[in-house]
Structure formats: structure tokens, C-alpha cells
């Protein structure tokens, strides 16, 4: 009854002996012998994180499909009360026993500084009134509520390897700002972090550099720095000023972007940061630098659209939804884990030309095929997995825009208004400071 306990190669990460000291602390064990014992449960959510597209029978199926022998195929109302059973407790703590930047090279770091950012995003979850009592439905451009509910995701995602320093999530009527402050807990000396123009708000930023992390947020153009002593200003053009009771260094910037044809676009950017030292830190390396903050948008369309392919989740129940939001971050934890392994096997090598979607599809395979419920003693830190990442590497990145728009409608009728170019163009980035000029490998 314990054999479909697996996830194919990423048991490596998670095996049962973790599993079960997990359920143990949450007090999860099953007090007799079951047909889905506790163990066996949690590894079906996980397996279920990556199958999404998948009812829990047919995840069920690719558990036991790779093992031989007759395995009866549980009921969905037995899933559905095992499910229950487990509960919450284990999946969080798992999640939280397995979250933080992995193993990385200097390739990711900047000066020394492990580079995070900051950002929420939304999940869709199905309609009904259990979940609708916790998570609202979204609102419509014409007023009231429609579509899903949703639940608001905000995470701290290490640049570079995309991997999940942490992650809260509750009902959409909590705010970012509201959230982000429960990421406190993993920020550090070592670390700086990156976030767009929505969480720069006084009392935030206070809070988050008090934990010693150093800041590099945007500010929007209009809001109000004081500078600290009108006449200094640094050699870069960078200045000092009070941002609520934060000492900052201001940055300004304009960054320009050409496509062949001639065709520019420009924008204004301001920057605030706690690294107040210009020999230490540029005031144009800073700007390049917040480029980064883009990877924390790559990693919520990786699990939003790679992973669950724009889809709701399944769970039809406030704890079932939290419980599958648990799993779904662990098993795209444990994916980017291994893909980082993979990319740190050679120096030389950038972690974004590790493709997330190589990773998720040979995981799939494996959990469909493996032949053993546990891992290997020998350890192999590259696996198959990493073997199919580092046979099919990504190109390296290169300088590109498009406008941020959905390339393709939900609906199947024009949208109205004038026609959108959906195409993708080569481009040149031109960076200005009041001291500097450069041009990026890549767009801001």
C-alpha cells in the first residue's frame, strides 16, 4: 500500500523518511493501516502539482502505472477524505522544511549580494460557496464581481535560479503590502532585494530594511524625495534623501528602447536604495541591475501558465485550496531545485538557459515510469532531469520588447479598438544617468 509513495526522480528531494518525520510533527499518522495511508497522500498532491491538467484518479493512475502489479484504483470520494484527512499541517511544513535560494554560483549574486525580488500575482480557484465565503471573485471592468475567485500569491523569488525563498497567499482582499510584510521572517544581511512601484510604501520599506536586507525599489516618478542637502549630490548623480524614516539613495534614469526600423520608446525611471555608497554601488549598475526584478514574473507565469496552463485549481474548499497551493509551490520549488544542480555542474553556464518546461515534462515522464519507490544511494546531483535540461539549453537571452498585452484573446472575436502588432522585434537599450551612458545586453 506504500509503493505509489513516490515522485519518480524528485522522491531524491523529498523522500519518504521526510515525509513521514513531516506527518509526525503535524501529528498526520494514521492511527491503523489504511489503502491511502498519510504518506502515500501527501506524494499524491505533489504528483498532483504536476499534473494539473489531471483529475486525482488519472494522477493516481501515472503513480502506480510505472510499478507492476494490480493496484485498485481508489474511489474519488476516498481521495477526496484522505485528501481531508492530511489536511494543511503537512503540505506547509514541507514547503516550508524545502523553501530558499538553492545552491548558486557567483553568476547569480551581484557584489556578493544574493538578488531577490518581491511581487504578488493572483491564482484562480473554482467557483462555489465554500470558496467564495473565503476568496472573492474577482471584479469586472463594468463593476461587481464575475469570473473566479482567486487567491493572492506574494513571493520572494531568488534572481537568477527562480527558486522560492518564501511565499504567503490569502484572500484577494488582502493587500500586496499587506502580505509582503509576512516575508520578514526570510530576509537577511546578504541579501538585496528588488521590487516594482507598488511596494515602496514608507512604513513597508522600514520594515523590510530593518531586517538587515539591503532595498532597490522603483519609485514612481512623481513621488516625493526630499533630498537630504539640495547642493551635494553624488559623482554618478545619485543623491541622498529621507524616504519616511529610511535613509535612501535616490536614482533617476532614462531608459530608451529602438527597434531597427527607428521606432523609440522611452521611460523615466527612479530608483531608492539602502546601498547608500556610490563606489560601491553605481548609480548605472543599480539601474542595469533592476532588470533582475523581471525574473519574479517569469517564475509566476511558470507556474501559472506552464505548470497549470491558465487553468482554476481543483480544490472546491477554502483548506483544499490552501493545501494545493502548498503543493504546488513545493513541486515547482523542487523542479527549479533540480535544474539548478544541473546548471551549477558547469561554471560557464547562465540559469536561464535551463528550460522550465524541459524540466517539468521529463519529471512527468519519470513519475510515469520509474520502477522503484525510492531513490538511489548513490546520488546523482544531475539526474535525468538535469540531463534533459542540460541537453536542450535555452539560447542565451537577447535584447527584446513587446508590450505587455495577452498575445492571445480569450475570446475569439476582435478585440475592439485599433489593431495590436503582436510580434516580438530585436532591439538596442540605451541607459541614462545624470553622470553615465551605456547600452545593456538587455532591456530593462
Known amino acids: 500500500m506504500f509503493a505509489p509513495g513516490h515522485l519518480g526522480e524528485l522522491t531524491a528531494q523529498v523522500p519518504p523518511e521526510v515525509v513521514d518525520a513531516v506527518l509526525a510533527e503535524t501529528g498526520r499518522v494514521e492511527q491503523r493501516a489504511r489503502l491511502l495511508p498519510a504518506r502515500v497522500v501527501v506524494y499524491l498532491l505533489l504528483a498532483g502539482a504536476l499534473f494539473e491538467h489531471l483529475g486525482w484518479r488519472q494522477v493516481w493512475a501515472r503513480l502506480v502505472g510505472g ?11 476516498a481521495i477526496s477524505q484522505a485528501l481531508r484527512r492530511v489536511g494543511v499541517a503537512p503540505l506547509r511544513a514541507l514547503f516550508d522544511l524545502l523553501r530558499g535560494p538553492a545552491a ?29 465565503a473565503v476568496f472573492r471573485r474577482q471584479p469586472t471592468v463594468l463593476g461587481g464581481g464575475g469570473g473566479y475567485p482567486g487567491v493572492r500569491v506574494v513571493a520572494l523569488v531568488a534572481c537568477g535560479t527562480r527558486t522560492l525563498v518564501d511565499a504567503v497567499f490569502g484572500p484577494t482582499t488582502t493587500g500586496e503590502l499587506a ?36 532595498l532597490l525599489f522603483r519609485l514612481k516618478t512623481t513621488s516625493n524625495a526630499p533630498r537630504l542637502n539640495r547642493v551635494l549630490s553624488f559623482a554618478d548623480g545619485s543623491w541622498l534623501a529621507w524616504h519616511g524614516p529610511t535613509l535612501v539613495r535616490v536614482l533617476d534614469a532614462q531608459i530608451t528602447v529602438t527597434t531597427p526600423d527607428g521606432t523609440t520608446r522611452s521611460e523615466a525611471y527612479r ?11 553605481p548609480a548605472a549598475a543599480l539601474v542595469r541591475l533592476y532588470h533582475q526584478r523581471w525574473e519574479i514574473e517569469t517564475a509566476f507565469y511558470e507556474l501559472k501558465s506552464t505548470i497549470l496552463g491558465g487553468r482554476v485549481l481543483r480544490a472546491r474548499t477554502p483548506d483544499g485550496v490552501i493545501q494545493e497551493i502548498y503543493a504546488l509551490l513545493t513541486c515547482y520549488q523542487l523542479l527549479r531545485t533540480a535544474m539548478t ?31 522503484q519507490t525510492r531513490h538511489q544511494t548513490a546520488i546523482d546531483l544531475i539526474g535525468v532531469i538535469g540531463a534533459a535540461v542540460l541537453a536542450d539549453l535555452l539560447p542565451a537571452r537577447r535584447p527584446r520588447t513587446r508590450q505587455r498585452i ?6 475569439k472575436y476582435n478585440a475592439r479598438g485599433p489593431a495590436i502588432d503582436h510580434k516580438t522585434y530585436p532591439i538596442q537599450v540605451t541607459l541614462t544617468t545624470d553622470r553615465e551612458i551605456l547600452t545593456p545586453t538587455s532591456t530593462p
Open 67 to 77: 510499478l507492476g502489479g494490480v493496484f485498485v484504483t481508489p474511489s474519488s470520494a
Open 104 to 132: 548558486t554560483t557567483a553568476a547569480v549574486s551581484w557584489r556578493g549580494l544574493l538578488v531577490a525580488a518581491i511581487d504578488g500575482t493572483q491564482v484562480a480557484i473554482p467557483a462555489g460557496e465554500a470558496n467564495e
Open 179 to 214: 502580505m509582503a510584510t509576512g516575508l520578514t521572517r526570510s530576509l537577511r544581511p546578504g541579501m538585496l532585494v528588488l521590487a516594482d512601484r507598488n511596494f515602496p510604501a514608507r512604513d513597508l520599506f522600514a520594515l523590510l530594511a530593518g531586517t538587515g536586507a539591503d
Open 271 to 281: 530608483l531608492i536604495t539602502t546601498l547608500l555608497h556610490p563606489g560601491k554601488a
Open 341 to 371: 544542480d544541473a546548471t551549477n555542474s558547469d561554471a560557464r553556464l547562465d540559469p536561464d538557459r535551463a528550460s522550465f518546461t524541459i524540466a517539468l515534462n521529463t519529471a512527468r515522464d519519470q513519475i510515469t515510469t520509474i520502477q
Open 406 to 411: 495577452r498575445k492571445r484573446a480569450i475570446s
